[in-house]
């Protein structure tokens, strides 16, 4: 039976940090707020509220999400590249009869454009969830893995009754992500389709 994957899309599919950042250096300056992004851009991951929660009081946080949202498309798309490994990745999953979905805390329609303008090959797109909150998309669209780079990624398999893939292309080493759990910790993907070849071989072997 062919096995489908679930994948994590910041820094597991897509290299985001040079436009995340450039779109926090532009909401900044329009909202006359120092904002380190190089810092943030080091621990992507969490939703975009509780990263504006760094720098702002909360009855602002609202407000600046939104005006975020609207600059993302035009300044931080555009410069979004594929991680090392990941068109690779995605392909050794489809050649083998699987399905992919892509399941992210970024919300939708940026997740969107990010995978289209990448040129992945996914089966479904699942925005704005984050941790364990993804596992309900993976139950549903049948994931037998879920990779990611974040801890947070590890409760998301977890919860969604997958093998947590995870690798070391955020903000974790290979062997914080082993500490926390990980089922499987990968340098990064390009690692990754010989690790699924064979685990899809003994996973329908068994």
Known sequence: MATSVGFDLDMTLADTRIGIA??????????????????????LGPPLETELAN??????IAAAADLYRE?????????HVA??????AVE???SRGGRVIVVTGKNLRDATTTVRRLGFDVDHIVGSVFGADKGA????????AYVGDHVADIEAARAGRAVSVTVATGPYTVGQLREHGADVALGDLTEFADWFAGWQQRHELG
């Open 22 to 43: 450039a779109v926090y250096d532009e909401l900044s300056a329009r909202l006359g707020v120092p904002m380190d992004s190089r810092a943030i851009v080091a621990r």
């Open 55 to 60: 720098w702002l009081p909360a009855e602002e």
């Open 71 to 79: 600059i993302y498309p035009e300044v931080g798309v555009p410069v």
């Open 83 to 88: 991680m090392a490994g990941a068109h690779e």
């Open 92 to 94: 050794s999953v489809k």
């Open 137 to 144: 998309a993976l139950t549903a669209f049948g994931a037998a």
